[in-house]
Nanobody
Framework: QVQVVESGGGLVQPGGSLRLSCRVSGIILGGFSLSTMAWYRQGPGMQRELVATIANGGTTTYADSVKGRFTISRDNAKKMGFLQMNSLKPEDTAVYYC??????WGQGTQVTVSS
C-alpha cells in the first residue's frame, strides 16, 4: 500500500515563500521514478485544482496562476517531491495535496497567506 505524506505548510505573509514536501512510502506499482507526481490545492469553498505536475522524465507543467512563482521538483532516490512556492499571495491560501500516479493521495497540508 502506498502512503503519501505532505509537510511544510504554515502561515506566511504575502510575498513570502514556503517549500512543501511530499514523502512516499510503500510498494509502488511501476516504481516511484516512473510515476507522475502532482500537487493540487483546494481553497475555502473552492474545487480542488491542479497546481503543478512533474513526469518521470522531469517534464513539468504549471497552472497559469502559479507560473513563474512555484517550482515543482522530485528526488527519486528519496521518493520525495517538492513544491517551492515564492511570491505567495492571499489567493494561494488552500490545503495542498500531493498525488502520486493516478490514485495515491496524501491528506494535505494547510497553507495560509495572510498579513
Amino acid at each position: 500500500q502506498v502512503q503519501v505524506v505532505e509537510s511544510g505548510g504554515g502561515l506566511v505573509q504575502p510575498g513570502g515563500s514556503l517549500r512543501l514536501s511530499c514523502r512516499v512510502s510503500g510498494i509502488i506499482l511501476g516504481g516511484f521514478s516512473l510515476s507522475t507526481m502532482a500537487w493540487y490545492r483546494q481553497g475555502p469553498g473552492m474545487q480542488r485544482e491542479l497546481v503543478a505536475t512533474i513526469a518521470n522524465g522531469g517534464t513539468t507543467t504549471y497552472a497559469d496562476s502559479v507560473k513563474g512563482r512555484f517550482t515543482i521538483s522530485r528526488d527519486n532516490a528519496k521518493k520525495m517531491g517538492f513544491l517551492q512556492m515564492n511570491s505567495l499571495k492571499p489567493e494561494d491560501t488552500a490545503v495542498y495535496y500531493c498525488r502520486l500516479g493516478v490514485s495515491s493521495w496524501g491528506q494535505g497540508t494547510q497553507v495560509t497567506v495572510s498579513s
